[in-house]
């Protein structure tokens, strides 16, 4: 059974820094894309960005590049999503998600979700 | 970076259909074949109900079809019933190397 669990629930203060992650099972971890949607409070969904565990080819929504990293260890079958300098706008639900092996296929497997606050 | 536009609630009563539009551009719904359908009850995670703009993953109840015609897509619900109340979104490929995909602003679906 394909899985996709999430780290837990953060709290934070603005300017610090966050690393969550997704662990993947059941399928091979490698051979698919697997991506970050952010879901503001009350809102629709946006897509963020993916890596290829595989090889780390990484890829960003023009909206999130050079505010998130994303990365992943294919050794543990975990993605991470980070920041380096937290906002009050990011508090959100993060799903991680999991891709097809060729991009343009749909997110056919969902995380739980991390909802991050971020408040002083 | 444009979000797909979809009406914001559409409603029925059971037994009836219901269609949701995505209205995208010719570089993303219209570019590709790529668009998918994601249904979302309140503080669940979204789940794939159509993908390449017509299939229907395995457990899909077939009242779900989707169609495109130009930049825009179609969900419809055949058969409304109690449990198809939720938020639905569209989501467009939108090319590797420059905005890779687009969400559609959501689409509450309420059942009479």
């Known amino acids: 059974e394909v899985q996709l669990v999430q780290s837990g629930a953060e709290v934070k203060k603005p300017g610090e820094s966050l690393k969550i992650s997704c662990k993947g099972s059941g399928y091979s971890f490698t051979s698919y894309w697997i991506g970050w949607v952010r879901q503001m409070p009350g809102k629709g969904l946006e897509w963020m960005g993916i890596i290829y565990p595989g090889d780390s080819d990484t890829r960003y929504s023009p909206s999130f590049q050079g505010q998130v990293t994303i990365s992943a260890d294919k050794s543990i079958s975990t993605a991470y999503l980070q920041w380096s300098s937290l906002k009050a706008s990011d508090t959100a639900m993060y799903y991680c998600v999991r891709h097809g092996s060729v991009l343009g296929q749909p997110f056919d497997y969902w995380g739980q979700g991390t909802l991050v606050t971020v408040s002083s | 970076q444009s979000a797909l536009t979809q009406p914001r609630s559409v409603s029925g009563s059971p037994g009836q259909s219901v269609t949701i539009s995505c209205t995208g551009t010719?570089?993303?719904?219209?570019?590709?074949?790529?668009v998918s359908w994601y249904q979302q009850h309140p503080g669940k995670a979204p789940k794939l109900m159509i993908y390449d703009v017509s299939k229907r993953p395995s457990g899909v109840p077939d009242r779900f079809s989707g169609s495109k015609s130009g930049n825009t897509a179609s969900l419809t619900i055949s058969g409304l019933q109690a449990e198809d109340e939720a938020d639905y979104y569209c989501c467009s490929y939108a090319g590797s190397y420059t905005r890779g995909y687009v969400f559609g602003t959501g689409t509450k679906v309420t059942v009479l």
């Open positions: 010719s570089s993303d719904v219209g570019g590709y074949n790529y």
